[in-house]
Every structure is written in C-alpha cells, then in structure tokens.
Nanobody, 126 residues
Framework: DVQLVESGGGSVQAGGSLRLSCKQS????????MGWFRQVPGKEREGVAR??????????GDSDSIKARFTISRNNLRDTVYLQMDSLQPEDTGMYFC??????????????????WGQGTQVTVS
C-alpha cells in the first residue's frame, strides 16, 4: 500500500514562509502524479499544486495568488515532494494534504482523481 507522510506545517506570521514535505512509500511505479490540497472547515478540499514526478510538469490550480507564491518540486531520489510557500497570508490557513495518483498526472486536478492521501499537516498564518 502507498503511504504518504507530510511534514513541515506550523504557525507563521503573515509574510512568512513554510516548506511542506511529502514522502511516499509503497508505490509500484517509478513515477506518479503527486499533489497538494488544502482544506478549511466548512469548505471543499481544493487543489493547490501538483507535479508529475516523471517529467516534472507542474500545475498550480486556478488561483493567481498561489501561482505567484507557491512552488512545488520533487526529489525522486528521496521519493519526496515539496511545497514551498512564500508570502503566506491568513487565507492560506488550513490543513494541507498530500495526495498521489499512480503513474502520471491526467485529467482535472480534483480530489477524486487521486488514490492515496496523507494525514495532513496544519498551516496557520496569523
């Protein structure tokens, strides 16, 4: 079974930075589509960024704000994906989840297109 373990969340003041990490284990494939989602109470889980660990292709969702401030990257030797978040704002507060879709990124960047999920890491911006 695939396991995803997130780390790097925490509390930060507005304007600060955090780097989230997601280490995967158990995938049967050399490359996968890995994504970050975030959720706040009462709202749908929204896609933040995804990366194809094979060709490195990235996608940042519909938010221009996220595109300007967040960077997703991967280290295949460590089976780890990162989300660098800069210029954090209070509206970035939420639980951040790592997700995996086997083999490659395809179709809509939506929750239902990912098979495995981590437990989440909390990000709080004040």
């Amino acid at each position: 079974d695939v396991q995803l373990v997130e780390s790097g969340g925490g509390s930060v003041q507005a304007g600060g930075s955090l780097r989230l990490s997601c280490k995967q284990s158990g995938s049967a494939y050399i490359s996968n589509c890995m994504g970050w989602f975030r959720q706040v109470p009462g709202k749908e889980r929204e896609g933040v960024a995804r990366i194809d660990t094979g060709d490195g292709g990235t996608w940042y969702g519909d938010s221009d704000s996220i595109k300007a401030r967040f960077t997703i990257s991967r280290n295949n030797l460590r089976d780890t994906v990162y989300l660098q978040m800069d210029s954090l704002q209070p509206e970035d507060t939420g639980m951040y989840f790592c997700a995996l879709r086997p083999r490659f990124c395809y179709g809509a960047f939506a929750r239902e297109n990912f098979d495995a999920w981590g437990q989440g890491t909390q990000v709080t911006v004040s």
